[in-house]
Structures are given as C-alpha cells and as structure tokens.
C-alpha cells in the first residue's frame, strides 16, 4: 500500500487490469482517470458462507469518487495493485459491457431468478454514472428476465432512473435504500466529500417515496463520538421521517483493513483529539465493540419508535459480523420486497 505516496497515480501501461480497453480523463472530473474495461461477467456468486440475504451482486463500477474515508470496500483495489486510499478514489475501472453481459447471462436456460443486489461494494450511482449510463440497461436486463433486484446507494443520480424502476416494479420486487450517514454539513463534506449533500439524498428518499417505494434508509456507520449523541441521532431521525421513508437500518463504524488506515490518517488531520479512543474501541477488531453496539441500540430504538419507523440493527444480518461477501462483493445490506408493489417491506 502507498501510503507515503498518494498523489501519484500510476501510468496506464502499468495497470494489470484484466479487459482493459482504453484509460480516459475528463475535465468535469479533475484528477479522476476511468479505466474502461470489457467484462466477461456481471453476476458475482455470493460465497454460501455470508449472511447476507441475496445470493448474487452486480458491480458496475469498481472504485468510487464518493471518497467516504471509512468505505469498507476500499481494500479490493489492492487487488489491482492500486492504493486503498486516494486511488480508491480516483482510479475508477468501468464495466462498459456491463448490461450486455448481465442480459446474456439472465437470459440462460439455467437462470434461476434469484435476487440479485447492486450497491454491495462501490456505488452504482456514483458520479461516473452521469457519465456511463450503465444501470438504465442493468435495469432493464434484470427486469426483463424477471430477476427481484435491489440498489443501496448514496446516489442523487437515482432520482433519473425511478421512472424506470418504478416500470420494473410492476413486474418484479424492487427494494430501493439510501445511505446517509452524516447530518451535519461540515463533517459530512469532510468525511464523505464527493457524496451529494445530505438534503439533496433526503430529497431523494422524498422522490422515490412520492412514486410509492418505501425506501429504507441506512444510518450507518454510526461514527462513535462523531455523530452518535442522543441529540444527533434524534435530529437525524426527524429528517429521516419527514422524507418519508419507511425504515432505518443502523450500525456502528466498521474498520477493516484498507479503510482502518485511510480513516485514522483523516483523524490525525481533522480529529487527532479522537485518535487514542479510535485505537482502543477498535484495537482488537474491525468492529466495534459489543458494549458499545448495545449502547447505541439502546440509544437509538426508542427514537426509532418515536419517529414512527420500522428499524432493524445490522449486527441483525449476521450472528457472526466477520462473515463476509467476497473479495469483491464485501457485506453490503438491502431487503427483500413482496412482489407486485415498488416496495420495501
């Protein structure tokens, strides 16, 4: 890992990533080089060992400009010899072929329908979608093969695809859910600086709401002596509910590796005051500890029900938090849907 060297990026020529067609910057996105790549797959099994409720993702994007320093996916690209920190954000490797795979491999004999999740390792509607265009056609291959999706973004650019999905619910289960984490302006363009605003997601979950989704949004990570007082909780709560979203899904910060080092060097830069407590509550694991998840649940449970939301904690997911979903898929979270209706349960 590179750490002592983030601002360089490597030359193209010297990327060993498999497909690759062409690398191309574009001045709408400074410091950003998109490695478009041709790929010979679109499903990803989902290891029978993970807890995870869906058996198959689809990632049409690897890398995210998101930038959110506590990402947990940022160590898969490592595995294209690329740096977990700043690469992670400006190194983006673009399936362009993606749809078209996806259709083709949805259109087979063998195909068994099963849930397939978007979302789960770098966001499908991050900036680069603007660019690409890819999950319009991801959509529609899915629906058209009459395959229950779900899609777990930070993402704005979802307000230009509900139409569609909308269309895609009236035959298939389409569950749909937000991340907003952060709800206070400056740490959010901080910790998460190339997110849309917090308003612009809640605006949003108001949209999708508005065409009969009842979309869940994900309060997490809860960052521990950031964002997890009663008070910002409850605050974060209210906005959720005015929305007009339907459930919450909360957990405390992960920190695995790849992002354990990113987000410590963001608190020696922004929060230095916090880096010995950071260093004892996760010393021994990538997760918080135990104490502190039922602190926070007994925190937050009777605010849920104050705000009139349905709520589940992610220790929920999985009796064993270390399980995971892949190299390339690691542990993201939706919901399944009941059929016949744009909607989360």
């Known amino acids: 890992m590179r750490w002592t060297s983030q601002n360089a990026t490597p030359p193209a020529g010297s990327l060993q990533i498999p497909g690759l067609l062409q690398t191309t910057r574009t001045p709408e996105f400074a410091g950003?080089?998109?490695?478009?790549?041709?790929?010979?797959?679109?499903?990803?099994?989902?290891?029978?060992?993970?807890?995870?409720?869906?058996?198959?993702?689809?990632n049409p994007y690897r890398g995210c400009s998101h930038a959110c320093v506590y990402c947990f996916a940022r160590n898969t690209h490592t595995y294209l010899d690329l740096d977990p920190g700043q690469d992670f954000d400006r190194?983006?490797?673009?399936?362009?072929?993606?749809a078209q795979v996806l259709r083709a491999e949805t259109s087979?004999?063998?195909?068994?329908?099963?849930?397939?999740?978007?979302?789960?390792?770098?966001d499908p509607y991050q900036r680069a979608e603007g660019r690409y265009r890819l999950m319009p056609g991801v959509i529609e291959a899915l629906a058209d093969s009459g395959t229950p999706l779900s899609i777990l973004t930070k993402g704005t650019l979802l307000r230009r695809d509900l139409p569609l999905l909308a269309r895609a619910a009236e035959d298939v289960p389409v569950d749909l859910a937000m991340s907003i984490a952060v709800y206070d302006e400056e740490l959010?363009?901080?910790?998460?600086?190339?997110?849309?605003?917090?308003?612009?997601?809640?605006?949003?979950?108001?949209?999708?709401?508005?065409l009969?989704?009842?979309?869940?949004?994900?309060?997490?990570?809860?960052?521990?002596?950031?964002?997890?007082?009663?008070?910002?909780?409850?605050?974060a709560l209210g906005r959720i509910a005015a929305a007009g979203a339907h459930s919450v899904v909360y957990g405390a910060l992960h920190l695995r590796p790849g992002a354990r080092e990113w987000f410590f060097t963001w608190l020696d830069r922004h929060r230095p005051d916090l880096r010995g407590a950071?260093?004892?509550?996760?010393?021994?694991?990538?997760?918080?500890?135990?104490?502190?998840?039922r602190m926070l649940s007994q925190r937050i449970a009777p605010l849920i029900e104050q705000w009139g939301l349905a709520a589940q904690d992610d220790d929920e997911y999985s009796s064993d938090p270390a399980s995971g979903a892949g190299a390339e898929d690691s542990a993201g979270v939706t919901a399944r849907a009941t059929p016949a209706q744009p909607a989360l349960f």
């Open 91 to 98: 190194e983006l490797v673009v399936k362009v072929n993606v």
């Open 212 to 235: 009969g989704f009842r979309l869940r949004v994900f309060l997490m990570p809860v960052l521990p002596y950031l964002t997890d007082s009663t008070e910002q909780l409850n605050q």
């Open 188 to 210: 959010q363009s901080s910790i998460e600086p190339g997110t849309p605003t917090t308003a612009a997601r809640l605006a949003t979950v108001r949209a999708a709401a508005e």
């Open 32 to 58: 950003v080089r998109f490695h478009e790549v041709m790929a010979k797959s679109a499903l990803n099994k989902v290891p029978a060992r993970s807890a995870m409720p869906f058996p198959w993702t689809v």
């Open 108 to 122: 087979r004999r063998g195909w068994r329908r099963e849930h397939v999740a978007l979302g789960t390792n770098t």
């Open 278 to 293: 950071y260093e004892g509550m996760y010393a021994r694991s990538a997760y918080a500890p135990r104490a502190y998840r």
